[in-house]
T-cell receptor, first 114, second 111 residues
């Protein structure tokens, strides 16, 4: 079935450093791709999404581009802040399922230090 | 607008006991989901419902049941809890265009 693989953490960065979290996917169809963020003690929040090849999702300074040729959806930010410390999940909409259920990666923990 | 609420926030449960986790959304989304989150495993789909009156099995449905009597509510029941069901449980809902919205989660410990 469809699946997502994302880089393992934890990732530790200094404030204002550049961030890249890699995410690749396997899908038989044409899934939508998502990045979710989970702050400590909270539920998941949608960070950004892309619904077709070459789409770029962006929000709060984060970006990710849907690359069909490399089956990737890497999350990037040019200058991270301490408040970006969280766990980030890459996900895709499972085309084999009914509805809009998501397949998630295992999550990447990001710690940004002052 | 509350979005999605879950209850209880946390629970400690003896093995063998029955437990129902509650989930309510006020966004009139047709689709709802239950996931469990375990360290190193990410989120795994337990059950889903595309619309009121229908349900389906996800990746890890064994030991869990759901019902969808109306659009707003999607309770998850553990008929006889086991320690391997210790986890954080998230309910979510979605429409066709905006992705999934998650509740705050229920932390369940089965002893």
């Amino acid at each position: 079935g469809d699946s997502v693989t994302q880089m393992e953490g934890p990732v530790t960065l200094s404030e204002e450093a550049c961030l890249t979290i890699n995410c690749t996917y396997t899908a038989t169809g044409y899934p939508s791709l998502f990045w979710y963020v989970q702050y400590p003690g909270e539920g998941l929040q949608l960070l950004l999404k892309a619904t077709k090849a070459d789409d770029k999702g962006s929000n709060k300074g984060f970006e990710a581009t849907y690359r069909k040729e490399t089956t990737s959806f890497h999350l990037e930010k040019g200058s991270v802040q301490v408040s970006d410390s969280a766990v980030y999940f890459c996900a895709l909409s499972d085309t084999s399922n009914s509805g809009y259920a998501l397949n998630f990666g295992k999550g990447t923990s990001l710690l940004v230090t002052p | 607008i509350a979005g999605i609420t879950q209850a209880p926030t946390s629970q400690i449960l003896a093995a063998g006991r029955r437990m129902t986790l509650r989930c309510t959304q006020d966004m009139r989304h047709n689709a709802m989901y239950w996931y469990r989150q375990d360290l190193g495993l990410g989120l795994r789909l337990i059950h889903y419902s595309n619309t009121a009156g229908t349900t389906g099995k996800g990746e890890v449905p064994d030991g869990y049941s759901v019902s969808r009597a109306n659009t707003d509510d999607f309770p998850l029941t553990l008929a006889s809890a086991v320690p391997s069901q210790t986890s954080v449980y998230f309910c979510a809902s979605s429409d066709a265009t905006h992705g999934q919205f998650f509740g705050p989660g229920t932390r369940l410990t089965v002893l």
